[in-house]
């Protein structure tokens, strides 16, 4: 598992050594139905330990991605055409029970433009709301550009 349960509060040294000890012992390691299952036959990368048990992680994998600094859950890409050359994809923000990541309600819209530069992304409730801060975003990093291009007659007239 690549990313580690945030509800987990122990280093993976601590993890590792407690893992061992309660294979030893012959714990029980829990899924998401309630069902135990000795701790041994559970891959050390697919258990965390929450809550005083030994939690068997969902196997689900979602594309991650973090925009404007949370996590998000891409989902299918959607086909929108507009004049703009932004794409836009189902998003849901990612969240976590003891047992891994929650299953993506896909309430979010998220847009993405590809510079040389590299992603921009953001996202909101809607496609015209993930336009406009993904809008703003561009602005924000490419302001100079914009004003030099966009005002080139007024700066002209001002020398």
Not at 11 to 40: F, H, V, W
Not at 50 to 62: A, D, E, F, S
Not at 105 to 116: E, N, S, V
Request: charged letters at 20%; aromatic letters at 12%.
């Amino acid at each position: 598992m690549n990313n580690r349960n945030p509800l987990a509060t122990q280093t993976i040294a601590e993890k590792r050594a407690q893992y061992i000890r309660d294979c030893a012992s012959g714990e029980n390691a829990y899924n998401s139905a309630d069902t135990a299952m000795p701790l041994s036959d559970v891959p050390f990368d697919c258990v965390e330990f929450i809550g005083g048990l030994w939690r068997v992680q969902n196997g689900k994998h979602y594309n991650i991605c973090k925009i404007r600094d949370r996590q998000m859950i891409l989902g299918q890409r959607l086909n929108h055409n507009e004049k703009t050359f932004f794409e836009y994809y189902q998003a849901a923000l990612l969240s976590y029970n003891c047992y891994g990541p929650l299953p993506p309600r896909f309430d979010m819209i998220a847009a993405k433009y590809t510079t040389d530069h590299g992603e921009y992304w953001s996202y909101g409730k809607s496609i015209a709301d993930a336009r406009a801060f993904l809008g703003i975003r561009l602005y924000d990093e490419y302001m100079n550009l914009i004003h030099s291009v966009a005002c080139k007659k007024i700066m002209q007239n001002a020398k």
